[in-house]
Every structure is written in C-alpha cells, then in structure tokens.
C-alpha cells in the first residue's frame, strides 16, 4: 500500500484482501517473487526486522480460524481505535477479560487455540495469565474475600456474575459481586471447576498462585 517514513524503523504496509482493489492506488506483491521485507519460500514465512510491519486485513478475522491466541504488550503511545485503555499495558488485563467472558458465557469458540498439545494436552499460558488476573482483580488471590455464600451452587452464580462484570470492564461491581463468596479458597476451588467444565481439563489454581511453567520457555 504505502511505505510509512516517520516510523522508525520505517514500516511498510501491505493490504490483504481477496476482493478486486485495482481502483486503488495499490500494487500487487507476490512475497514469493518480489524483492521486498516480505518473502514467503518453501513453506516458511520471513520478515525483515529492520522494518515495521504493518498489515492491513480487508476482511472479518475469525476467531474460529485461529491456531494460537496470546496476549502482547501494546503499543506505548499507538492504537488504530479510539478511547483504548490498553495502551503501554503488557496484556494481562486483557488475558483477564477475555479468559473471564469465555468462562462466564460458556463461549467455545477459541478454545482450541487456547490449549496446546505438546509436549501433552493442556491450557495454554494466555489461559493461565488470564486466569492469575482474575483472581488477583477480583481479590481472591489475597484472602479478601469473607462473604456469605458457600454453597456450590450460590458460589458459582456469583462467581460467573463476577466474570461477566469483569469482561465488561465494571470491576468496582464486579469486585461487589466477588466479596459475596466465603473465602478465596472457595473463589479459586470454583474457579479450578469452571475452567475444568469448560476446557475439559485440570487447572491447578490454588492458594493465591496458578502453578504451572510460569516461566516462558527458553529460546535457546
């Protein structure tokens, strides 16, 4: 499409699209061919770094045709929507609120590329971040919790209420929702049920800590 001289690095920008765009001031670019920071050769992708990529997508991006969802940092200063409040944040917020509403509305349509098969089936890190926020969010993870519920029954009406609040961004009311359970033990041995009924696998969420490699594997 254009070429962005006051980024630094510079960025190019490229539109992906399946629809006719010859009446746009755009050129085809065949990334197998064409000498460019974009080049596509015997099955693998590669990108020259010292540019920033940027890729315009002229179509619906389906969650359904994801392999893999995670959580980045971004950007200090740009969003290409208005009022964001993620800007500068390293994406546990966001692991939280969208981890809370797959949970809460019972959404399967990215469990899949939430959870990895190697070396054996198990929930992926985006799900373990997002699960760590929502218990340090809703205060669970530092015994704050001292309400009246403790019932499965009423423990999960609650919990999921909570869920649903915080996906949607009210956390003072979801905070409210939350207090009404007995005890962070509870919150976090529901919580561990919720994720088990969803995904169809353990999560092991107890004592304030989620524990699993919490440690990025090496690079080297």
Request: charged share 25%.
């Amino acid at each position: 499409m254009e070429v962005q001289k006051n980024y630094n690095p510079k960025a190019c920008r490229f539109l992906i699209t399946d629809e006719d765009v010859s009446h746009l001031p755009v050129q085809l670019y065949n990334a197998s061919r064409d000498e460019g920071p974009l080049r596509y050769a015997e099955g693998l992708w590669y990108w020259n770094w010292t540019y920033t990529g940027e890729f315009m997508l002229q179509s619906t991006l389906w969650l359904s045709d994801c392999h893999k969802v995670d959580f980045i940092k971004h950007h200090d200063a740009y969003c290409s929507i208005g009022g964001c409040n993620d800007r500068g944040k390293d994406g546990d917020r966001a692991a939280g609120r969208v981890i809370a509403y797959v949970l809460s509305r019972g959404i399967n349509i990215i469990d899949d590329p939430l959870i990895t098969t190697k070396p054996k089936k198990a929930l992926s890190f985006a799900v373990y971040r997002g699960l760590w926020r929502i218990l340090f969010a809703l205060g669970a993870s530092a015994g704050n919790l001292e309400g009246s519920l403790k019932t499965d029954v009423s423990v999960d009406a609650a919990l999921r209420a909570a869920l649903l609040q915080y996906a949607a961004g009210e956390l003072d009311a979801a905070k409210q929702t939350a207090s009404l359970i007995g005890s962070g033990e509870i919150f976090r041995r529901r919580l561990s049920n919720l994720v088990e009924d969803h995904f169809g696998l353990k999560s092991e969420v107890f004592g304030g800590v989620i524990v699993r490699r919490w440690i990025r594997p090496s690079s080297h």
